[in-house]
C-alpha cells in the first residue's frame, strides 16, 4: 500500500476482489495506557474515582519493570490486532522506552507521565528528568511528550513548567482535565472525598475553592494555547483531554472535554 503515485503502474492495474471486507486507515487511539493493560478485570467496580486510584496506586506497588514491559506489549498487540495502528499513551514507567517502541509496528506519541503533590521532589526537578528521558530518545515513527498527570495529581508549578516546556521545545502535552465528579467537587467548592484524601497527603490545597479544573487549567495555560511564533498555517495545540471517565458526567464537563478534545493533538499526527 501507499500513495497513488507511488504506485507502480503494474500495481495500479491490477484487481484484487477482497470479498466481504473493508479496507480502511489504521485507526487512532488518541489516549491510551498500555502499561495498565494486564490490570483489566482486577479491580471490583469502585463506588467513586478516589477509592480506585487507590486501587490502582496499590497495584502498582507490587509491579515490577517486567511486569509493566509484558503490559505494555500485550496492549499494544491488542491494539495492532483490533485495526489501531497510532496511539498516543502515557507513560507511567518511562524505563520501557525505546524497547518497547520497537516490538511492533505501532506509531507511538508517548506522554511521560509526571505526579507530583507533596512538593518532596521539586516540579523542576520532575520535569527536568522527563525532559531529559526525551532527550535521550530518537524519536522516528515513535516519539515522546510531557504529561503533567492533572491538576489533582499534581502542583500548579509542575503544570506550569510543562506547559512552558512544551510550547519552548515544540512538544505535545496530555493532561487529564475533569474526570471525576469528585475532582470538580475539590476545585470547585474545596470539598469532598478527593479534597479530604488529598489532603491528609500533605497536598498543598490553596488552588481549590477558585473553579472547575478545566478553568484552573487554563489558567495555568495547561490546556490550549499554541507554540510561541506559529503561524496561522502552521498552529497546533499543545495538549488534548481524552481519559474515559469511569463516572457520570455532567453537562458541563462533557462541553469542556468536547472543546478540549476539539483540539486535540492528534491532528496533524495521521499524515
Ligand atoms: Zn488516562
Redo the contacts with the bound molecule.
Sequence with gaps: MGCWRDLAQTERDGTIDLGDAIVLPGLVNA?C?LDYTDMAGQFPPPKIFSDWLKLITTAKGHWSKPDYATSWINGAQMLLRTGTTTVGD?EAMPDLLPEVWNLGGLRVMSFLEMIGITGRREPGEIVQEALGKIDSLRAGRCCAGLSPHAPYSTLPQLLTLSANAARQRGLRMCV?VAESRQEFEMFVHARGEMYDWLRRSTRDMSDCGLGSPVRASTALRSVGGESPGSTRKSRRPQAMQA?LPNERFTLFTVRAVMNISATAAFRSDAS
Design positions: 489516549h495506557h502515557i487529564h481519559c
